[in-house]
């Protein structure tokens, strides 16, 4: 199994610019570092056997049911839902997990998967839009059975910066921001910023062996000469 990465960091604090930053990386021309939100890594995990890719789609139903009834409190909490987002965001996940797991078993363990977003950002996303904080408790539960990963690289970024950034990209803002006005999408990237950083302050059962590294990714030349760091690995 390859080594797993989570990228976390507030909306627009360039998380999917350093998942490409390190993807561009080769050791021996040969790439190591691959995003599990690339379409392309879909020619990797055809070679997965039938039976194979059954039993890790229950697995992941089974892990999206098993959060869901752990931490059914959230549902009940205000949040800015449109239509059918709460059901598509739950269909993503299942997806975003399914390619999680289909990779993890294509990949050598010499190489690097990054999990963006991975399991740390869909247990935090709900809390940037409501003032509620998570409790310890259940951050020690997430981390006890949900969390799997080597590396936590936790981004943080100017929060004006950062609404610059959203503007600009191509996919737009987070859906849930669309509707959101210049004040209103800094005070959610401002609350988000306080979750991430409440989930660290509060992550003592971390698995071991995990590393949390953090980067300011306010200059972007910060994040290019970052990703050589786990070269050293």
């Known amino acids: ?8 960091g507030s909306p627009g ?3 999917t610019f350093l998942c490409d930053e390190l993807e561009k990386i080769k050791k021996n ?5 691959f995003h599990s939100s690339n379409i392309n890594n879909n020619k990797i ?13 229950l697995k992941v139903i089974f892990i999206v049911i098993f959060f869901c009834l752990i931490f059914s409190r959230r549902f009940f909490l205000k949040k800015i839902y449109k239509k059918k987002f709460f ?27 990054i999990t963006e977003p991975g ?22 539960i997430f981390n006890k059975f949900f969390l799997n990963t080597d590396f936590i690289i936790h981004l943080k970024c100017n929060p004006d910066l950062s609404i610059k950034r959203l503007h600009k990209r191509k996919r737009g803002l987070p859906i849930r921001m669309r509707n959101l006005n210049d004040k209103d999408i800094k005070k959610t990237i401002l609350n988000s910023i306080k979750v991430i950083d409440n989930y660290i302050k509060n992550s003592k059962n ?4 995990t ?11 910060i994040s290019k000469s970052f990703k050589y760091n786990f070269l050293k690995n």
């Open 1 to 8: 199994m390859p080594k797993l990465i989570e990228i976390i």
């Open 87 to 113: 059901f598509n965001v739950i269909l993503l996940i299942i997806k975003h997990f399914l390619c999680i797991e289909y990779l993890k078993s294509s990949l050598p363990n010499y190489k690097y998967l």
């Open 211 to 221: 590393k949390i590294l953090k980067l300011n990714t306010t200059h972007s030349r």
């Open 206 to 209: 971390l698995v071991v062996g």
């Open 45 to 57: 995990f055809k070679k997965l056997n039938f039976i194979k890719k059954n039993l890790k789609r």
């Open 119 to 140: 399991p740390i950002m869909y247990f935090l996303q709900d809390y940037f839009y409501i003032n509620k904080k998570i409790s310890k408790f259940e951050i020690n």
């Open 29 to 33: 021309n040969e790439k190591i570092f």
């Open 13 to 15: 604090s360039g998380k």
